[in-house]
């Protein structure tokens, strides 16, 4: 059972739109979420968190927006560029260090 | 600084037969996981490790899965026998044992079973 959701398995953008990638989550008990970028052949690497008592976090280019009535998560990337190309997973946690990912989301950045 | 190191980066084998999977963490790090990427369920939490300590497998598909941490740089996931529905990537991740940390993935191994 997925406890953690990204419903658009692609998403295209053009270079220097803005991108935003949507997750849903269905726990409540869940306090803490991140977002991890991964390129092909690589492994995940941790780009942003953001913890339930906030509701935005930003890191330059990245911003994470987080809806808990709606158990909604969102990453917006401002302004996109082509290296931004890659799949992106969310995930979540409940006051532990185990997390619980979606299924990503591919993002293409258009030149 | 070295990252989470995973070996092989590629198995390929015929069903039936026994698949190792390695995995040493970032040293210092003392929890250790191991998931496994698929299409349909994404990166899926198979067991995971805190000190050296099994603290939940209820991910481990079926009992053709086994895993071990006999010291605190070495994992090792093993498949036996192994089935063409086993075939995926599977990823060895580590992190600090603390409430939210994030977790730093190896590179994968990518396993074909024919």
């Known amino acids: 059972d997925q406890q953690v959701k990204q419903n658009s398995p692609s998403l295209s953008v053009q270079e220097g739109r803005i991108s935003i990638l949507n997750c849903d989550y269905t726990?409540?008990?869940?306090?803490?979420f991140l977002w991890y970028k991964k390129y092909p052949a690589e492994g995940p690497t941790f780009l942003i968190s953001i913890s339930s008592i906030k509701d935005k976090n930003e890191d330059g280019r990245f911003t994470v927006f987080l809806n808990k009535s709606a158990k909604h998560l969102s990453l917006h990337i401002v302004p996109s560029q082509p290296g931004d190309s890659a799949v992106y997973f969310c995930a979540a946690s409940a006051a532990g260090n185990q997390f619980y990912f979606g299924t990503g989301t591919s993002l293409t950045v258009i030149p | 600084d070295a990252g989470v190191i995973q070996s092989p980066r590629h198995e390929v084998t015929e069903m039936g037969q026994e698949v190792t999977l390695r995995c040493k963490p970032i040293?210092?790090?003392?929890?250790l996981f191991w998931y496994r990427q698929t299409m349909m369920r994404g990166l899926e939490l198979l067991i995971y490790?805190?000190?050296?300590?099994?603290?939940?497998d209820s991910g481990m598909p079926e009992d053709r899965f086994s895993a071990k941490m006999p010291n605190a740089s070495f994992s090792t996931l093993k498949i036996q026998p192994s089935e063409p529905r086993d075939s995926a990537v599977y990823f060895c991740?580590?992190?600090?044992?603390?409430?939210?940390?994030?977790?730093?993935f190896g590179d994968g191994t990518r396993l074909s079973i024919l």
């Open positions: 991740a580590s992190s600090f044992w603390a409430i939210n940390q994030p977790q730093h």
């Open positions: 490790f805190n000190n050296n300590v099994p603290i939940d």
């Open positions: 040293s210092g790090h003392n929890s």
């Open positions: 726990n409540s008990m869940f306090d803490y």
